[in-house]
Structure formats: C-alpha cells, structure tokens
C-alpha cells in the first residue's frame, strides 16, 4: 500500500501533512483533557463530566454547521490555498490555549476549540477534493484512501500515546507550542503541492447561493443522477457508531477499572480507568487501520466489490460490539473492538471510494459535505441516545445490546437498499 505513496509525489506531500498535523492534534487533544480535568475538576468535581462532554460537542458540530459551506468553498476557490490557511490559522488557535492557566479561562478554551475544529472542516473539505487529483492511476484511488484511513488510526493511536506521556513531564503550554509547530511543518510541504485548477462551475461563486444552500442541492442532485444517494447514506447507517464512542469511556470507568474500586483510593481508580479507556481506543485505532487492508484483500477492489464491502462491514461491527457487552476483562474487550471497528472503517473506506470514483471533479467538496453532514449529525443524535439510555437504566450491557439491536437494523436496511445499486 505504501507503493502509492512512492508512485505519487503530490499524494506523498498530502500525506505527510496529514501525519504531522494529526500526530499535532491528538497530542494536544490529550493536553485539552488535562487542561480540563484540572482547571475544571477540582472546584466542580460534580460538573466535570458536562465539561468534558462540552469539549467533545465542539468536536463535532462544527462539521455539521460548516460542512455544507466549506465543500461549495472548496469546489469554487484554489484547493491548496484552503489548505495552507487553515494549517497557519490553526497554528495560530493553538498556540492560543496557552494562555489558558486557570478555571477564569476554561470559557476561552471551549472558544479556541471550536475556532480549531471549525478551520479543520474547510481543511477537510478541501483534502477530499483534492486527493483524487494527486493520485496518477485510477487503480490507486482505493490504495490512498486505505492508506488514509490506516495513517488516521496510527496516529490516533501515537499521538495520543504519546501526548499521555508528555503531559506527565511538560506543562500543557509545550504540547500546544508543539501541535502549532506540526501545522507550520504541514503548511510547508502543501506549498510546494501542485494540483489542477478546479475546473469551472457551473455558475459563478455567489454568496448568496452559498447561504441559502443552493449550492449544496445542486451537489445532492449531481449524486442522484449518479445512482450514488445510497452510497452517500452508507455513513449515517452507521450512526450507532457515535454511541459506542461514548460507551467506550464508561466500560473503561465502571467495568475494566471497577473491581479494585472498593480496595484502591480514588486516584488509583481513575488512573486504571485512564489505562483502560486508552486501551479502549488504541484498539479502536488498530480496527480501523486494518480494516480497508482486509477488506480488499478479500474482497477485492471493483465497484461491486466495495458494495459487499460495505454490507460486511456493517456485519462485523455488530458482531464485535454484540461480544464486547459481555466481555469480562479488558483484553477481551480491546479484542472485541478492535474486531468491531475493522468493519466500521471498511465500510467507511468503501463507501468514500465508490462515491469518489463516481462524482464530477467539480463536485467532490461539496458531495464530502453532503456525506459528511449526514455522517456528524447520525453520530451526534446515537452519542446522546446512548448517554440517556445508560444513564436511564444504569446497564453498560442492555445499552450495548440496544445500539447493537440498533446497527443490525439499520445495516440490513442498506444492504437490502443497496440491493441492483450500479455505479
């Protein structure tokens, strides 16, 4: 896989700048935790919780708020001048959260995320239509993405290792001078990236098409002329996957780290459940890095192929979260989820490759935003559903096996939809 990086030199700038500044983000979104947990957690310990879900809400509807104006924007203005100006500004935030020093600036931090994630949206529309035009060969369309996804997870994995270690020895300040520094090293190797001028749209860029959302519709009617609305909608039915996000947490908390709560003092258990959450999404990160890889091994890589793709995926992401409701000791469930997020990113790669092979040039941004709307807002509304259902009944268990019940059905609804779908 790592071939079409070699093969590609405008893909390799693209993702390199990928690497640094995501290994930069989940280095400092461990430092943002931190910052929470002791600014906020000492003088409210009961409120900490609504602290931390504020943090994760500023992480997610930003992309659903903007995502329909940055994919018009990336259609309609130079890709790679999206791209370096969100590096340099997010720079800029960042290096803002460090004058972030005591419980009086925790508003200003909730500010300074929100600024961070909604530049990431315009980056990320961007990225999404200019990927295809760095890649020579149609047949290393999947290979990127693969490649992609893979680079996601590792360094989710790294940079969240790695900022748990930093913050243990360096003040939360050098962790945000560093993730700055990452985005000024990413802004340099897109500058010298060289892509295709977009071609012309179909009417001039007016704001007032843009606001009112005119933009975006043609986009939607430019997929269903391609018989791709189903592909798009792959991503949404995989909504249950935003409350497993959320029961990760817990089960680390109240299952994985609960036995020795009666023997350990209080901060020995909320070290374990640290471990045991980290230990949690670390599998959740190899999951998603060796899905694409064994599901075009299998499965191959064909129009067709991605199709049963998705509906596999859709499958071993049941099955892995159904064996992880009962599993007894954290091994099993780092195994569990692990297994279970092989087939969500499967199903994720798959989907983003049939619906890029499929969709105009002058069409992948805002179709990226289409996607990506539909995909923030299903994850959104399954996060709070699982949160209200645990916190109703109190049974990590009968809420898993619900968003469990919850993900068949819908995964059965899209397989049988996607049932004579011809891209």
């Known amino acids: 896989m790592l071939a079409v990086v070699r093969r590609n030199p405008a893909f390799r700038r693209l993702w390199l700048a990928q690497v640094v500044s995501q290994a930069g983000d989940w280095m400092s979104h461990v430092a943002v935790l931190g910052l929470i947990a002791s600014l906020g957690g000492a003088a409210q310990a009961a409120g900490v919780g609504l602290l931390f879900a504020g943090e994760l809400a500023l992480r997610l509807l930003p992309a659903a708020a903007l995502g329909p104006f940055a994919g018009p924007t990336a259609d309609r203005l130079p890709r790679r001048a999206i791209l370096i100006a969100a590096d340099v500004l997010r720079g800029l935030v960042v290096l803002g959260l460090i004058l972030v020093r005591e419980p009086a600036h925790l508003p200003w931090l909730y500010v300074l995320v929100g600024a961070q994630m909604s530049l990431g949206v315009f980056f990320d529309a961007a990225r999404a239509g200019a990927l295809p035009n760095t890649i020579a060969s149609r047949d290393d369309l999947l290979d990127a993405y693969a490649l992609s996804a893979a680079t996601w997870s ?3 994995s790294v940079g969240a290792l790695t900022g748990g270690v930093l913050v243990r020895f360096l003040e939360p300040r050098w962790i945000f001078t560093l993730d700055a520094v990452t985005y000024g090293v990413s802004a340099l190797l897109l500058l010298r990236l060289r892509l295709p001028p977009n071609p012309p749209p179909e009417e001039p860029f007016r704001w007032r098409e843009l606001l009112l959302f005119r933009d975006l519709r043609r ?3 430019h997929v269903r002329s391609r018989n791709l609305g189903r592909v798009l909608l792959a991503k949404m039915f995989w909504g249950p996957g935003g ?3 959320v029961l990760l947490s ?3 908390r109240d299952r994985f780290a609960g036995a020795g709560a009666d023997a350990a003092g209080a901060l020995e258990q909320a070290a374990e459940a640290g471990f045991a959450t980290g ?4 599998a959740r990160g190899v999951g998603t890095g060796i899905g694409p890889i064994v599901a075009r091994r299998l499965l191959g890589t064909t129009e067709p192929a991605l199709v049963r793709q998705i509906r596999a995926g859709f499958a071993v992401a049941a099955a892995g979260y159904g064996l992880f409701a009962f599993c007894p000791t954290l091994s099993l469930g780092a195994a569990a989820v692990a297994l279970a997020h092989t087939g969500g990113s499967a199903l994720w790669v798959a989907s983003t490759t049939l619906w890029q092979r499929g969709v105009d040039d002058s069409f992948r941004g805002r179709t990226h935003a289409l996607e990506f709307l539909g995909a923030t807002l ?5 996060g709070g559903f699982a949160a209200l ?3 109703g009944t109190g049974s990590l268990t009968g809420t898993t096996l619900a968003l469990v019940g919850l993900l068949a059905v819908s995964g059965s609804i899209w397989t049988l939809r996607s ?3 011809r891209t």
Request: hydrophobic content about 55%.
């Open 279 to 282: 230990v949690l999404y670390a």
């Open 243 to 245: 409350g497993f996000l």
């Open 419 to 421: 049932r004579g779908l």
């Open 378 to 382: 299903a994850f959104s509304t399954f």
């Open 250 to 252: 817990l089960y680390g």
């Open 154 to 156: 590792l360094m989710l």
């Open 389 to 391: 259902l645990y916190d």
């Open 219 to 221: 986009g939607l009617d």
